[in-house]
């Protein structure tokens, strides 16, 4: 019995180790996506592609030019937010006046997924592509396996998950968002610029997902094929964690990242069924609870 018993207890720490790391970045991932649903009302399904976009910008900076990561991630962020800036101005900004149809702003988040895709393909192909790792080494302590990279963009992922949570709590900007989150037409009355905030929210969104996007990269590589199935993780998560809501976002990514990380363990023998029973039991989940775990009852 007790030759039995440290398997079982270092696969449960490995597991919950593992579902850490995957949540902090996936709750990165997550509170982009929100960010701009809650202020715009638009769920951008070209969310995956500004993360893959991010990835690459750090793969060509720190892997090709051989500059430091922390410049690559900042030229990773700088570069999505510029482009998301851009995609509030000059696309959805314009959408929004024009049509009182919601269905407009989604087909074009579509239709801006779909030309990234093809941007990112023909201008870094489709073959995967991997960096040099930023930490050597391996973390062994009594029943927990980690490499220091990893332990690194987990570390790094929750600083900036803080320093996000920090931004909107008590500086002007993020005030202003969360008030135009929390009702358009007041914070309007009350002198908020609409315009110039839905355009920083936008960029923001984007930077977070440039930042994750570099932040993987450096563990598991990056590749041209995954951006829809990064913005369907996104969705997944803030369906968790409940439309619009930041403190939702993080729950959800890291609910999500917990599942991801038994389901590999414990159904690794059935095949690749994480994510078929994961959709199974979010299913049932929404059909309980359909504002997710923090969100409000709609109607």
């Known amino acids: 019995m ?7 207890r270092r696969s449960m720490e490995q597991v919950i180790a593992n579902g850490l790391y995957l949540g902090a970045q ?17 769920l951008n399904f070209a969310h995956g592609q500004m993360y893959v976009l991010g990835g690459f910008i750090t793969y060509w900076v720190y892997g090709r030019l051989g500059l430091p990561f922390v410049v690559a991630l900042a030229a990773s962020a700088v570069t999505l937010a510029a482009v998301g800036a851009a995609v509030e101005v000059l696309l959805f900004r314009t959408v929004i006046r024009r049509s009182v149809r919601e269905e407009s702003t989604m087909l074009l988040a579509a239709g801006i997924a779909y030309f990234l895709d093809a941007v990112i393909l023909l201008l870094f192909g489709e073959k995967q592509r991997g960096v040099p790792k ?31 949570m920090l931004f909107m709590q008590y500086s002007r900007p993020g005030r202003a968002m ?3 989150a929390q009702d358009r037409v007041a914070a309007q009355l009350m002198g908020v610029q609409v315009d110039r905030y839905s355009m920083i929210g936008f960029a923001l969104g984007a930077l977070l997902a440039g930042v994750v996007g570099g932040l993987l990269a450096a563990i598991t590589g990056v590749n041209s094929g995954i951006g829809g199935p990064i913005s369907i993780k996104a969705f997944l998560m803030v369906m968790i964690g409940g439309a619009g809501v930041v403190g939702g976002a993080i ?25 078929l029973v994961i959709f199974a039991g979010l299913m ?7 504002q997710g775990l923090m969100g409000k009852p709609w109607g």
Do not use: C, K, Q
């Open 2 to 8: 007790a030759a039995n018993a440290t398997p079982d």
């Open 26 to 42: 996936y709750a990165l991932v997550a509170l982009g996506l929100t960010l701009i649903f809650a202020l715009m009302n638009v």
């Open 134 to 164: 930023i930490v050597m080494g391996v973390f062994d302590w009594d029943n927990l396996i980690m490499p220091y990279d990893r332990i690194l963009v987990g570390g790094l992922a929750v600083v900036f998950i803080v320093a996000f």
């Open 178 to 180: 969360r008030a135009l």
């Open 251 to 275: 729950a959800g990514g890291f609910v999500l990242g917990m599942l991801e990380s038994v389901g590999l363990t414990v159904l690794h023998s059935y095949g690749d069924i994480t994510y």
């Open 284 to 290: 049932v989940f929404l059909s309980i609870r359909p």
